[in-house]
């Protein structure tokens, strides 16, 4: 039906998300946009580097802090100090408040404490991952997906100015990495050989 959102569903990350495409077909920016997400959905926290790790806690403490009704900047910025990111605080604020106004769907966080990733966490990580490997365009496509159109360029603005303080520190979010199975897994040996 036209103007209903989309259903919630995941498949475990650790399952191979390139099921359902054959040779030359083309994938939507929907289908692009979960796969992106898939690489961070439901993994744990530790597995992120720093900078992935720095936005996920920032993410949950600013969340948590306005529904107190603190100000977020209190609780994040002596982390953002601690990583010389301060220059990138305002980007990260205004990121979140885009996030919060203009979001096409209510959108998650976990507890500061929650050892795995959600579903909005893994989609904004996603968000910064996809900006650097293909650049404004592919950004778009997938931030649509989350915000209406009067929420792009201020959510571009925010994620790529936070990136670059992120990467200025060398810190950039990145792509978890997925453990190969061990190839005796598939041999039929075991793990005895």
């Not at 390139?18 to 994938?27: E, N």
């Not at 601690?82 to 885009?98: K, R, S």
């Not at 990467?167 to 990495?177: A, K, L, Q, S, T």
Request: charged share 20%.
């Amino acid at each position: 039906m036209p103007g209903r959102p989309a259903p919630h569903w995941r498949v475990p990350s650790h399952y191979d998300t390139s099921w359902g495409t054959s040779q030359g077909q083309v994938l939507s920016a929907e289908q692009v946009g979960k796969r992106r997400m898939y690489d961070f959905l439901d993994r744990p926290v530790g597995a992120l580097n720093v900078g992935g790790r720095l936005l996920v806690w920032s993410m949950r403490q600013w969340v948590k802090s306005s529904l107190a009704g603190r100000c977020a900047c209190t609780k994040v910025g002596p982390a953002f100090h601690h990583w010389g990111l301060l220059a990138g605080l305002p980007h990260f604020q205004l990121m979140m408040v885009t996030l919060a106004r203009g979001a096409r769907e209510k959108m998650t966080f976990c507890d500061p404490m929650c050892m795995n990733i959600d579903e909005s966490e893994a989609l904004i990580l996603g968000l910064f991952c996809t900006l650097r490997e293909q650049g404004e365009e592919g950004f778009c496509k997938i931030a649509t997906l989350i915000v209406h159109d009067t929420a792009l360029v201020p959510l571009h603005l925010a994620v790529t100015a936070l990136g670059r303080a992120l990467d200025g520190r060398e810190i950039y979010p990145e792509r978890p990495h997925i453990d190969a199975a061990p190839s005796s897994m598939w041999d039929g040996k075991g793990a005895s050989g």
